[in-house]
């Protein structure tokens, strides 16, 4: 891990309101650190003494959740002398999207992170449906969202003004900074943004040049890179696992491999933040459970006629609307299933045997 400014704790993101919380807990004998990365029963901690391996499995630590990348953790050795995590603060902040598994359940990519980069890169159109899945996903954390265009030296000025406004109308009230980490420019705004304290995660698809971005913000080879293939743009996944870098003067960057799917989870509020002019109309139509498609009386539909909404922006809002409805069905279903499970297994009755 490269180093450099606040010492200690702080250099990571420890602050006062974190001092409180962790004054509460009777853990005297506990050391404080932030986790890393994440392994397979094992994470790397972070803190004033250097890093630690410590057993992070969920039979090993006493939280009721399990670290990841971000959290700030206590930890001691247990009397074998291993490495094991007490608890895990609670989070400020979390990324969370549904887990690419089968069961219906959720995935925390990273926590405790003050603002959500979603890179779009400009050696591509943007990609809407994507862009704003990112933007929900970053809204629902309770982090601030902001774009970063990568790649800039891709695109002359003309056509990065182009791109701007295209974005700037998905992502109302966003931050939008324009980088290149091969020409260096948009690099310090991007420092700004990090300031002392402040933790960064970076959010895209794979060969939108998140670890290229990050290294040159480093200034120094920290993360792999990879090629970008052929007319699709598509990268392959040089970063494996999710990772916690200190920016020399001060701040922290998490990387994350490139996500090809994004699963929402439980993000309704989110949804609608991201997609306000449409939410904020929804409630003037004549039925309460409106999907905006063909009921009488919809105030979003009458916004779409008069050119208030855009058509296309409504119709992506809708499929995210459908994919978190089936998937709050998908978990009440589960969880009936499981009850029934529960209550319905009938005890073999004994039967006497005749001497």
């Known amino acids: 891990m490269i180093g450099g400014g606040p010492a200690g704790l702080e250099r990571y993101g420890w602050d006062s309101e974190w001092q409180q919380v962790r004054a509460q807990l009777e853990l005297p004998d506990s050391r404080t650190g932030r986790v890393g990365t994440v392994g397979r029963g094992h994470c790397v901690v972070l803190g004033g003494d250097g890093e630690v391996i410590a057993a992070s499995d969920s039979q090993r630590s006493q939280a009721a959740v399990s670290p990841t990348v971000g959290d700030w953790v206590l930890f001691s050795e247990d009397p074998s002398g291993s490495v094991v995590i007490d608890t895990v603060l609670e989070r400020r902040t979390a990324i969370e999207r549904r887990d690419p598994a089968i069961t219906v359940t959720k995935q925390t990519l990273a926590a405790n992170v003050d603002v959500v980069g979603v890179l779009v890169g400009l050696d591509l159109p943007p990609n809407a449906a994507r862009i704003e899945r990112f933007l929900v996903l970053a809204a629902d954390s309770g982090a601030e969202p902001m774009i970063v265009l990568s790649k800039g030296d891709l695109l002359d000025e003309p056509g990065r003004r182009q791109v701007r406004r295209e974005v700037a109308a998905l992502a109302p009230g966003a931050d939008i900074i324009e980088t290149s980490a091969t020409a260096g420019w948009g690099l310090d705004d991007l420092r700004r943004a990090v300031a002392p304290q402040r933790t960064l995660v970076a959010l895209g698809p794979s060969g939108v040049g998140k670890s290229t971005l990050l290294n040159a913000l480093v200034g120094a080879p920290v993360l792999a890179v990879g090629e970008v293939r052929g007319p699709d743009r598509a990268g392959r996944h040089t970063t494996v696992r999710r990772e916690l870098v200190l920016l020399p003067g001060g701040g922290v960057l998490i990387d994350t491999p490139g996500l090809r799917a994004v699963s929402l989870w439980e993000a309704d509020l989110a949804l609608d933040e991201v997609f306000s002019e449409i939410a904020g109309r929804a409630g003037d139509c004549r039925f309460r459970d409106c999907t905006h498609r063909s009921e009488p009386g919809c105030a979003v539909q009458q916004a779409v006629q008069a050119g208030d909404v855009d058509?296309?922006?409504?119709?992506?809002?809708?499929?995210?609307?459908?994919?978190?409805?089936?998937?709050?069905e998908a978990r009440a279903e589960r969880l009936r299933l499981q009850s029934?499970?529960?209550?319905?297994?009938?005890?073999?009755?004994?039967?006497?045997?005749?001497?």
Request: glycine residues 6%; hydrophobic residues 25%.
């Open 311 to 328: 058509a296309d922006r409504l119709e992506r809002y809708q499929r995210l609307w459908d994919e978190l409805a089936q998937q709050s």
């Open 340 to 355: 029934r499970g529960r209550r319905g297994v009938k005890r073999r009755r004994r039967v006497r045997r005749r001497s």
